[in-house]
Nanobody, 126 residues
């Protein structure tokens, strides 16, 4: 049973950058669909970015396109989310998630496809 541990969150000024990391306990990142989600209190969790190495595809929600980049390092079983030009509306708890399947443009953001979740890391932009 894979475990995911996120890190890299923090407080940053508007326009600043952060890089989130998600370390997996096995090689899940290189085999299945992986995603970054975020959630603010009293709101539903939102898909931010997805990655499926098998298809060579990355996916982003519209609000972060051009600012966020999802990537992975198979050698260290680490998933990254590089976040640039941060805005106050990016403030949220960010979660890494691992699927047990592939993903497509039409499916990567669906929470039900993800079987394992990390504990989250808080990002605050002000």
């Amino acid at each position: 049973h894979v475990q995911l541990v996120e890190s890299g969150g923090g407080s940053v000024q508007v326009g600043g950058s952060l890089r989130l990391s998600c370390v997996a306990s096995d090689d899940t990142i290189g085999r299945y669909c992986m995603g970054w989600f975020r959630q603010i209190p009293d709101k539903e969790r939102e898909g931010v970015a997805g990655l499926y190495i098998g298809g060579g595809d990355t996916y982003y929600t519209d609000s972060v396109k051009g600012r966020f980049t999802i990537s992975q390092d198979n050698a260290t079983n680490t998933l990254y989310l590089q976040m640039n030009n941060l805005k106050p509306e990016d403030t949220a708890m960010y979660y890494c998630a691992a699927s047990r399947a592939s993903c497509t443009q039409g499916s990567w953001y669906r929470e039900v496809r993800y079987a394992v979740w990390g504990q989250g890391t808080q990002v605050t932009v002000s």
